[in-house]
Structures are given as C-alpha cells and as structure tokens.
C-alpha cells in the first residue's frame, strides 16, 4: 500500500506565489521519480514537472518552464512545487505521482500511485 498525498493548494492573486507539496510513504522502494499534473475544468491531464529520485534532473512542460520548480527530500519524502508568477490559466487541480518511469525523456505516471489532488484558483 502506498499513499500519496498533496497539499497546499489555495486561492491566490495573479502574479503570486504558492509552493505544493507531495507527502508519500508505504511499501514503495528504491529510486522513485515523481510527477507533478494537474487537470483544469473541461480540460486533459496535464503534465507540469518531473525530478529523478536523486533530484539532479528535472524536467518542466512549455507552459510552467521558468516560473515552476521542482525539488524534492528524500530523508522526507516529500517533492514540492514552487510556483511563482502565478496566471489564472494555472487554476487546476494539481496531483501528484510516484513511482513512475521515464521512456526516454516523458514522464510515465505509475497507473496507482496517484494523491487526490489539490485545488490550485489564481484570480485575475
């Protein structure tokens, strides 16, 4: 049993910042890549970030690129997000998976370990 879980989603203003964190524990070993998604209303899955066990990769969507980071401890467990300069078009609810895999450089979600998200609002 794994469990994963996120927090730190709120309502905030454009332009402001908000860091969300990824808490997972249970029979889950070894190296684990994370994933950051999130889906917006009437909208696909998206993908936002991705870090390696060790922290020394990560990768970002177009979308979030120069204005998100990724970071995780590992002696935590835990991977946050760091999201500056927040746009309304980043409201969504954002989820968090462990345990993935990479084929080649795309960020494969494990199909099961996955939190229940938490709702991200930027208003305009």
């Known amino acids: 049993q794994v469990h994963v879980a996120e927090s730190g989603g709120e309502l905030v203003q454009t332009g402001e910042s908000l860091t969300l964190s990824c808490a997972f524990s249970?029979?889950?070993?070894?190296?684990?890549?994370v994933g950051w998604f999130r889906r917006a209303p009437g909208k696909e899955r998206e993908r936002v970030a991705d870090i390696n066990w060790s922290g020394t990769v990560t990768s970002y969507s177009d979308s979030v690129k120069g204005r998100f980071t990724i970071s995780r401890d590992n002696a935590k467990n835990t991977v946050s997000l760091q999201m500056n300069s927040l746009k309304p078009e980043d409201t969504a609810v954002y989820y968090c998976?462990?345990?993935?895999?990479?084929?080649?450089?795309?960020?494969?979600?494990?199909?099961?370990?996955w939190g229940q998200g938490t709702q991200v609002t930027v208003s305009s």
């Open positions: 998976n462990v345990g993935g895999h990479w084929s080649g450089t795309t960020y494969i979600p494990h199909r099961t370990y």
């Open positions: 249970g029979r889950i070993f070894g190296r684990i890549p």
